[in-house]
Structures are given as structure tokens and as C-alpha cells.
């Protein structure tokens, strides 16, 4: 179960639009790299869409999920990476369940032959069914990329998935470190209905 952060930084309260109103259209907040460093927070960012970029911060870790907030409650799980619940957005996705190991929590950048992957998802409401996805991871290459003022040398690396039940198909991208596979950088799809979130590490979790 997800709980509320209570963060009261200027910087955190004025990130901008939260994540639950990401379909309407608007033009990014503004956001220093210096402003981020004064945090005593891991953060990240988050945009679907049109949408501005909002601004989450690590409020508790359990096991292998990092739990992220807004400053107006709305949360994101991410695990090694992957978005695996969400609240405060149009649709939710409830829980992600790993039928098999994710090549993301691995060591995805020495990633060098395809490598499949099945998980569930669980949306909120009782009228979805429980939804099976299989998906390949491929690399894509070598990619420079810069976020927050920052460059970072990844791998970009390509998830092919295949939701058969709904006859859903679609791709994620992961930047992924090219030294140790962090992912500093992601387009996840979480609904069918939904554009995909694009999120960015500002500063990462130190576990």
C-alpha cells in the first residue's frame, strides 16, 4: 500500500503540475541541477505526454522497490527501473507480478542475445482481467544522453512486449549505464489508453 510523503521543500511543491494530471498539454517547470543537489532526496522526474515534467522524490524503500512521491501525493514504484504501480494517474496500475527473472535487475548492459521476460499486470477496478505480458529485450547500441546538464554514456537497450489477451503490442526503451546497468533513464507504456511516462534519475537511491 502506497502512503502520502509530507515534504515541505519550496523546490519539491513548485515542480510543477503532478503526475495525475499529465494529459493536459504544457510546457516543462523550470529545474536546476543545483536546486536538485541541495535535496536531501533521491529524485527523479516524470512525463506522459504533453505534460510537464514532474518531480518525485524517494520517500521509502522496500526490498528491491523504490517508492516515489509528488508534491501532491501522486506515487510512482519503480523496481530496478521498471514502473511496477502507480497512484494518482487516470488509469493505475496496481502491482506488476515477475513470472520470471527480469533481465533488468541483471546485468543488462553486457546484455548480447535476445533475453525473454513474463510478468502480470494488475490494473485498479474490478472489470480488467489480470494481464500476462511476454516480452524480448534486445540492445540497441551505445547512446550518449544528457539529463539535467549531466551526460551519461548508456546502452539503450529495446523491450518488445506482447499482451495477447487484449492483442496489445507495444516497446519500452531503457538507458541503461554502460559501466553497470543502472537505468538512468526510461518509456514505459503502463496502460493501453495511456502515452508512455518518461522518466529520468536526478539523483539516484543510495542503497
Known amino acids: 500500500m502506497l502512503t502520502a510523503g509530507c515534504y515541505q521543500n519550496p523546490v519539491?511543491?513548485?515542480?510543477?503540475?503532478?503526475?495525475?494530471?499529465?494529459?493536459?498539454?504544457?510546457?516543462?517547470?523550470?529545474?536546476?541541477?543545483?536546486?536538485?543537489?541541495?535535496?536531501?532526496?533521491?529524485?527523479?522526474?516524470?512525463?506522459?505526454?504533453?505534460?510537464?515534467?514532474?518531480?518525485?522524490?524517494?520517500?521509502?524503500?522496500?526490498?528491491?522497490?523504490?517508492?516515489?512521491?509528488?508534491?501532491?501525493?501522486?506515487?510512482l514504484v519503480t523496481r530496478h527501473g521498471r514502473v511496477v504501480k502507480t497512484v494518482g494517474l487516470?488509469?493505475?496500475?496496481?502491482?506488476?507480478?515477475?513470472?520470471?527473472?527480469?533481465?533488468?535487475?541483471?546485468?543488462?548492459?553486457?546484455?548480447?542475445?535476445?533475453?525473454?521476460?513474463?510478468?502480470?499486470l494488475e490494473y485498479d477496478g474490478d472489470e480488467r482481467p489480470v494481464l500476462p505480458i511476454r516480452s524480448v529485450f534486445e540492445s540497441l547500441g551505445a547512446q550518449q544522453i544528457t539529463i539535467l546538464e549531466l551526460d551519461f554514456e548508456t546502452v539503450l537497450v529495446r523491450e518488445r512486449n506482447t499482451a495477447q489477451l487484449t492483442d496489445w503490442q507495444y516497446e519500452n526503451l531503457y538507458w541503461v549505464d554502460a559501466y553497470d546497468g543502472f537505468v538512468w533513464k526510461s518509456r514505459q507504456h503502463l496502460t493501453r489508453d495511456l502515452p508512455p511516462i518518461e522518466i529520468e534519475v536526478l539523483k539516484p537511491a543510495t542503497l
Open 12 to 75: 519539491i511543491e513548485n515542480a510543477g503540475t503532478a503526475i495525475k494530471f499529465v494529459v493536459a498539454g504544457a510546457d516543462d517547470p523550470p529545474l536546476k541541477r543545483k536546486n536538485v543537489a541541495a535535496l536531501p532526496y533521491a529524485t527523479i522526474t516524470a512525463k506522459i505526454g504533453r505534460a510537464p515534467r514532474t518531480l518525485l522524490v524517494l520517500a521509502y524503500v522496500d526490498g528491491a522497490d523504490l517508492h516515489w512521491h509528488s508534491g501532491d501525493k501522486a506515487a
Open 90 to 120: 487516470p488509469e493505475n496500475l496496481r502491482q506488476t507480478i515477475n513470472l520470471t527473472v527480469d533481465p533488468l535487475a541483471g546485468p543488462i548492459h553486457e546484455l548480447k542475445q535476445a533475453a525473454a521476460f513474463r510478468r502480470q
